[in-house]
């Protein structure tokens, strides 16, 4: 074993050579670990840029079974597809617009809900959106409310535009579907934050059994509904995006709700009736998400 000396001016480790006498310093391994640390916390970083890009582009179909009494035997097995917050712009393209029409259309819908925030602020963005979304297709046809970026891009052009692309506005209003001799009731109100709310529509003429959606485009309207709850069976709701950018899925530091992570995604089952968030399509500055995927979301009726 080769002797360790120590030289005081220097404050390293020295050893003797091999048969020239001379001293020559050990080599540190902290440097190595360093810089292989450093090289590890840097990849983990680009892998999380790379991925945080990428998932925007990889939307998620969604299927949620809703089973319930007040579904008429004539809507048993009823599809129903629900998307929100497209934001086409500049960071949500027309091709890819028109991608998401093919796909959605590929997954023969009875029915279509739109639950608002078509367009990315800007109101040149209008008239592209809905040429492309004119292009769904639905037996039962296609609706839709107006979310809070909507408005801020022109709700007057937003719904002239919706109508002129064949589809219905749901903004405080209700409509009668009627299928095998049965019917549903479904309808909307207006965004929380930038339009008022109406239940009435909705609920005029419901009876106790009948079956009741809901599309309210920011989900803290379920906390305003009180007295009218146990007339609504299904609340489809979008804004939140789903936090966007979330710790692995399990919590986001951002959510556009007063209510926390209660309303960030997914299905609440609340006292008599069911609300389901969508983690949206598209995004808001930065184009990013993380571990909140975009969706479409299907939700098949079942007799219960």
Same mark, same amino acid.
């Given at each position: 074993? =080769?002797?360790?000396?120590?030289?005081?001016?220097?404050?390293?480790?020295?050893?003797?050579?091999?048969?020239?006498?001379?001293?020559?310093?050990?080599?540190?391994?902290?440097?190595?670990?360093?810089? #292989?640390?450093?090289?590890?916390?840097?990849?983990?970083?680009?892998?999380?840029?790379?991925?945080? *890009?990428? %998932?925007?582009?990889?939307?998620?179909?969604?299927?949620?079974?809703?089973?319930?009494?007040?579904?008429?035997?004539?809507?048993?097995?009823?599809?129903?597809?629900?998307?929100?917050?497209?934001?086409?712009?500049?960071?949500?393209?027309?091709?890819?617009?028109?991608?998401?029409?093919?796909?959605?259309?590929? /997954?023969?819908?009875?029915?279509?809900?739109?639950?608002?925030?078509?367009? *990315?602020?800007?109101?040149?963005?209008? #008239?592209?959106?809905? @040429? %492309?979304?004119?292009?769904?297709?639905?037996?039962?046809?296609?609706?839709?409310? /107006?979310?809070?970026?909507?408005?801020?891009?022109?709700?007057?052009?937003? #719904?002239? @535009?919706?109508?002129? @692309?064949?589809?219905?506005?749901?903004?405080?209003?209700?409509?009668?579907?009627?299928?095998?001799?049965?019917?549903? #009731?479904?309808?909307?109100?207006?965004?929380?934050?930038?339009?008022?709310?109406?239940?009435?529509?909705?609920?005029?003429?419901?009876?106790?059994?009948?079956?009741?959606?809901?599309?309210?485009?920011?989900?803290?309207?379920?906390?305003?509904?009180?007295?009218?709850?146990?007339?609504?069976? /299904?609340? /489809?709701?979008? *804004?939140?995006?789903?936090?966007?950018?979330?710790?692995?899925?399990?919590?986001?530091?951002?959510?556009?709700? =007063?209510?926390?992570?209660?309303?960030?995604?997914?299905?609440?089952?609340?006292?008599?009736?069911? @609300?389901?968030?969508?983690?949206?399509?598209?995004?808001?500055?930065?184009?990013?998400?993380?571990?909140?995927?975009?969706?479409?979301?299907?939700?098949?009726?079942?007799?219960?």
């Amino acid at each position: 074993m =080769k002797p360790i000396f120590v030289r005081k001016d220097a404050g390293a480790a020295w050893s003797k050579g091999a048969g020239d006498g001379r001293m020559k310093p050990v080599t540190s391994s902290k440097q190595p670990k360093r810089s #292989r640390l450093l090289t590890c916390l840097f990849a983990l970083a680009a892998l999380i840029f790379l991925y945080a *890009h990428l %998932e925007p582009f990889w939307i998620a179909t969604k299927t949620i079974p809703i089973m319930d009494a007040d579904v008429p035997t004539g809507f048993d097995g009823t599809r129903i597809v629900f998307i929100s917050d497209i934001h086409h712009g500049p960071y949500f393209s027309r091709p890819r617009l028109k991608r998401l029409v093919q796909r959605i259309n590929a /997954l023969k819908p009875d029915l279509i809900l739109l639950g608002g925030d078509y367009v *990315h602020r800007s109101p040149r963005f209008i #008239r592209s959106c809905f @040429a %492309e979304l004119a292009h769904l297709q639905a037996p039962l046809g296609v609706y839709g409310v /107006l979310g809070n970026h909507d408005h801020w891009a022109g709700a007057a052009a937003s #719904r002239e @535009a919706m109508v002129k @692309a064949g589809i219905r506005p749901l903004d405080n209003r209700g409509y009668w579907i009627f299928r095998g001799g049965r019917r549903i #009731r479904i309808g909307g109100v207006g965004d929380l934050r930038t339009d008022t709310q109406d239940l009435r529509p909705l609920l005029s003429g419901v009876k106790a059994d009948d079956f009741t959606i809901l599309v309210s485009h920011n989900p803290d309207f379920v906390e305003e509904i009180g007295p009218f709850a146990d007339r609504i069976d /299904l609340i /489809l709701n979008g *804004h939140t995006h789903g936090g966007q950018v979330t710790f692995f899925g399990l919590w986001a530091p951002l959510v556009p709700s =007063k209510y926390g992570q209660k309303y960030r995604t997914g299905v609440i089952d609340l006292a008599g009736m069911k @609300a389901i968030v969508s983690n949206g399509i598209g995004t808001v500055t930065p184009p990013v998400r993380f571990f909140a995927r975009p969706q479409i979301v299907v939700v098949v009726l079942k007799v219960g």
